[in-house]
């Protein structure tokens, strides 16, 4: 497995997690198994494992990697917005500990029918979860010219996102965009040769806006940090490992308001609303990837780990 995907800080999502003998902790966004694999044989102690994806595909991979651990290990199939409901359906009320890793798997990355990436062409596809019925390429034939401004600038903090519109939709009138090359080619020609990129290419921006809007992502977090503090136990612990900057100020937002406690406005100068702390914040500033880890897989150099332990 190691060959074809390598858990994102792997070490430090182990460490912060703390995993207890006896406890039940769950991967949300298990992928190919790999941080569930590393906390089993790290804590060899916990008592069950639940690892949750939304894509078929990695619930199978995910099972066959933790297929060793028998039924301490349980792959589930569903959105992590819905844990609650999910881990009712196995009778689980309360868990010891959490992860979300909210990275783009390298399998999701380069399957030639999901449409994820622009390196090979695919169909406009981007659903995590094949069960949702529309598809990134439903969505650019529907979105306005402004409405598809809005998501590139809002989701993907694209410079260009007017001009891309603009030549996306005049595209449209002329022939369906249907194809990862097809869509990555116009933003190409969108944006001035001279100002582009040397780093990332110039369709990254784009490709991860529509991802985002077509799977509902920041909402689906929002949710399902949610979920994960009401039924986390006293002590347990939540991380999460974000890879842009909408999800990371999410996390860090949430983490925030809940070690904060109170929600009085900010002008009210003695509490009345009688919130308490919810959390203690374990990473005052994210943690990061090693220099090592990053030479070796260089996917990992926009990690970023943020932890919080629940309060009674």
């Not at 374990?282 to 260089?298: F, G, I, Q, Y």
Request: with cysteine.
């Amino acid at each position: 497995m190691s060959a074809i995907h390598v858990p994102v800080m792997a070490t430090e999502v182990a460490t912060m997690l703390a995993c207890r003998d006896g406890g039940t902790y769950v991967d949300a966004t298990s992928g190919s198994g790999g941080h569930g694999l590393c906390l089993l044989q790290r804590y060899p102690g916990i008592a069950r494992l639940i690892a949750i994806d939304c894509d078929r595909e990695a619930v199978q991979r995910s099972r066959a990697a933790l297929s060793a651990f028998g039924e301490k290990a349980m792959v589930l199939h569903g959105n992590f917005k819905n844990l609650r409901g999910l881990l009712s359906s196995i009778g689980v009320q309360a868990i010891d500990g959490i992860l979300f890793d909210l990275g783009v798997s390298t399998q999701q990355l380069k399957s030639s029918h999901r449409g994820f990436g622009f390196t090979t062409d695919a169909s406009l596809d981007m659903r995590m979860d094949l069960s949702i019925p529309v598809t990134a390429c439903d969505l650019l034939a529907r979105w306005t010219e402004q409405e598809l401004a809005d998501v590139l600038h809002r989701y993907g903090q694209e410079r260009w996102a007017r001009r891309i519109a603009r030549h996306i939709v005049r595209e449209r009138e002329r022939t369906p965009i249907t194809t990862t090359t097809q869509l990555a080619q116009l933003v190409i020609e969108a944006i001035p040769w001279h100002r582009r990129s040397d780093t990332i290419h110039p369709a990254t921006r784009t490709f991860q806006a529509i991802r985002i809007a077509v799977n509902d992502e920041l909402n689906n977090l929002d949710q399902g940090l949610d979920a994960a503090h009401e039924v986390l136990m006293p002590g347990g612990r939540i991380c999460v490992l974000s890879f842009h900057s909408l999800e990371d100020g999410l996390v860090k937002k949430k983490f925030r308001a809940w070690e904060r406690g109170c929600q009085c406005p900010a002008g009210v100068p003695v509490c009345v609303c009688g919130g308490m702390p919810k959390v203690r914040i374990l990473t005052r500033k994210p943690l990061r990837p090693s220099a090592h880890e990053v030479a070796d897989n260089p996917r990992s150099r926009s990690a970023r780990l943020r932890a919080a332990e629940k309060v009674a």
